[in-house]
């Protein structure tokens, strides 16, 4: 009871429960040089973990926003094992506009959805208003992963990594051929809940492409837990392809 009186609450550890991380999931399953699909690379915060993780991964990165990609350029261009792209992942060919957001990171293919706490309290962070939150609309050219992986000859992917505020059922449709091969080992994908974008996710909206094709969850990392308090509500997820591994 007293604990309760300043919000605290004891739980049982289970010691035959080991709490991994995702990162120490890919150290104890993958021994090999894996290629790894960084779409929506930003500033090269996954590129750089990815390669603490792993001793020389391959690491095709997809970063569309022009700025952003200078950045990657001038961090990474000299690393042959990282292929930079400047270019967005989709449904199919195409050239569409992305909403550039102040903050790099939360800008989207999708129209942010006016008037929520979530714009309020990022446009004060970024010292500008809501209706300015959004700095720029940039033409940004789409291929399918499909078609990027023919173009390149890539038959095998060991880890897809989506982080693209709301677009990743997109990437999904576009990469009908190579989830059908069984080619993909892994997915990580961010899936927003909130809403921040026009589209809110649910599990469903992902799994309808990876529970046919041989895809089960195995991982899950959620910021915040509810939609009802905090200004964001999303979860990372992780799911394995069971015929790659003893599921």
């Known amino acids: 009871f007293f604990l309760r009186e300043f919000g605290y609450t004891l739980i049982p550890v289970d010691k035959e429960n080991k709490f991994l991380n995702f990162d120490e999931i890919y150290k104890n399953k993958i021994t090999k040089q ?7 690379s930003n500033e090269g915060q996954s590129i ?39 270019y967005g992942l989709g449904d199919k060919q195409d050239l569409r506009k992305l909403n550039v957001t102040a903050k790099s990171g939360n800008s989207s293919f999708l129209e942010i959805t006016p008037n929520t706490k979530w ?43 989506m982080d693209t505020q709301g677009y990743e059922e997109k990437i999904l449709q576009g990469s009908k051929k190579i ?25 469903s909206d992902l799994e309808k492409y990876l529970i046919p094709n041989n895809f089960r969850m195995v991982g899950l990392n959620t910021i915040n837990n509810n939609l009802f308090s905090g200004t964001v509500f999303y979860a990372d997820a992780l799911y394995f392809n069971k015929k790659k591994f003893d599921l």
């Open 34 to 40: 894996p290629v790894i699909f960084d779409i929506g």
């Open 48 to 86: 750089d973990r990815f390669c603490k993780i792993f001793d020389s991964p391959i690491i095709h990165a997809f970063e569309p926003i022009n700025k952003e990609f200078k950045t990657l350029t001038k961090k990474y261009s000299a690393n042959k094992n990282i292929i930079l792209n400047n």
């Open 119 to 161: 714009l309020e309290t990022r446009s004060k962070q970024y010292n500008t208003s809501k209706d300015g939150y959004i700095t720029d609309k940039q033409s940004v050219k789409i291929i399918t992963l499909d078609e990027y992986c023919e173009n390149n000859s890539i038959k095998d992917i060991d880890i897809l990594k």
């Open 179 to 203: 989830l059908e091969k069984g080619a993909i080992s892994i997915i990580e994908s961010e899936i927003m809940f909130d809403n921040v974008y026009e589209k809110y996710f649910n599990f």
